[in-house]
């Protein structure tokens, strides 16, 4: 049973993944339609925004350990909602671009100012049962807000869309209102020393590698909502509802078994060992991806309901297992700027990996899945040695 800060952490999080749902739904015909930009303005812009987003969650995660976590956290999720709102009354493409850019960097550097208050004010069993549980949330808030997105698209008048962007701000505002709710947390990181860097996160190379391995693992996110509905139209007889449906099966059992199949995951070691048992489960996803080209319709539907099931488990595991390694080979004073660092590593993911996937297999067809089930297998295997470097970098700093 989780107690009051991680109950409110929670909470937060299911608010702002309601907007976040409804804002996804409808976000591009908004910007299209309503606004006019076109689809190539529209990913330009985004693209700017990602970059921004990117950038910010060092410098944010500085901030929240300099200044105190929940201080930042609070003031960056707020100015998330006004940048939110700002998609309301904009009037322009330079003012869509710069409110999206200004968005992105609020919202990856109070995501990062997040983690870091997380770590301060839980710890134990509590910090393992709310990571597990701000995946289910996540989840049932994209749902819900998914629903009242489809109803402004049944509706598809701009009044309604502009109301979703409301919700989305508003958001925003009750997430800061309920992490200010928290206990305060005072700063972590003490002045700088003498010769010593201001992010050290960024001179810290065996927690850069587990960034990177992480993002290679990660790499199953895109399979779901990117390639699957191409693969099952390009290379199958798969009728084409099987996405949605597959996607159904993934959300409801996250929502179901997330906590019960991760508990156990809550230290480097155990997170080792289920980040190798999630590489050699998403590599049996890849090759049942790969078994089902050109099958008919049955035999397809069942090689990828095989693989989909294969998906949800590698994913569930492998998510508990990169939080691990984020929060407990960082140092406890600059929990900010490392979760800022990784997160980043996230985002960057996000940015090149659907169109380096869709290239990898959706144009190279069945090779293409036996070197994404190297790529997993090889990350995985990694992990333990890359792990150990980073336990003798974290003795042997100051």
């Known amino acids: 049973m989780l107690t009051g800060p991680a109950r409110k952490l929670v909470t ?17 015909l908004y910007f299209t339609q309503v606004l006019g930009f076109s689809p190539a303005a529209l990913g330009v812009g985004l693209a700017a925004a990602g970059v921004a987003g990117v950038l910010a969650g060092v410098p944010a995660g500085h901030l929240a350990d300099r200044y105190g976590a929940r201080r930042v956290a609070v003031l960056l999720v707020a100015l998330t909602g006004v940048a939110a709102a700002g998609y309301i009354v904009l009037g322009s493409y330079p ?57 402004a698209l049944a509706a598809d008048t701009p009044q309604a869309y502009r109301i979703v962007l409301g919700l989305d701000a508003l958001s925003f505002l009750g997430c800061a209102v309920l992490l200010r709710r928290l206990p305060a947390t005072p700063p972590t990181a003490a002045g700088r020393q003498p010769g010593e860097p201001r992010l050290a996160v960024l001179r810290d190379r065996p927690y850069a590698v587990l960034t990177l391995l992480n993002m290679v ?16 139209v390009l290379h199958t007889g798969a009728p084409k509802p099987l996405t949605a449906a597959l996607v159904v099966l993934n959300t409801v059992t996250v929502v179901l078994l997330q906590v019960r199949v991760t508990t156990g995951i809550d230290t480097v070691a155990t997170a080792v060992r289920a980040t190798r048992t ?14 089902s080209d050109g099958r008919s319709a049955v035999v397809a539907t069942v090689l990828l309901v095989a693989a989909a099931g294969l998906h949800v488990y590698g ?31 996230a985002a960057v993911s996000q940015m090149i990996a659907p169109a380096a996937l869709t290239l990898l ?34 003795r042997s700093s100051p």
């Open 278 to 291: 999630s590489a050699l489960v998403l590599a049996g996803m890849c090759l049942f991806f790969a078994a």
């Open 95 to 151: 003012a869509f671009v710069a409110i999206a850019c200004a968005w992105a960097a609020f919202d990856r550097g109070g995501y990062a100012a997040r983690q870091a208050l997380m770590a301060a004010v839980l710890s134990g069993q509590d910090l393992v049962q709310a990571r597990a549980r701000l995946r289910v949330v996540t989840n049932i808030g994209m749902a819900i807000g998914a629903g009242v997105g489809a109803l």
């Open 217 to 232: 693992m990660s790499l199953h996110m895109p399979v779901l909502e990117v390639i699957l509905p191409l693969w099952i």
């Open 315 to 345: 994913e569930m595991v492998q998510s508990s297992a990169g939080w691990v390694f984020a929060f407990e080979l960082a140092p406890p004073d600059r929990q900010g700027q490392y979760q800022g660092f990784f997160n980043s590593g």
């Open 361 to 394: 297999l959706i144009e190279g067809g069945r090779p293409g899945w036996f070197v994404l089930a190297a790529a997993f297998l090889a990350a995985g295997w990694a992990t333990g040695p890359a792990t150990a470097r980073a336990h003798q970098y974290e």
């Open 12 to 28: 937060a999080q299911l608010v702002t993944n309601i907007g976040n749902g409804a804002f996804a739904t409808c976000s591009a």
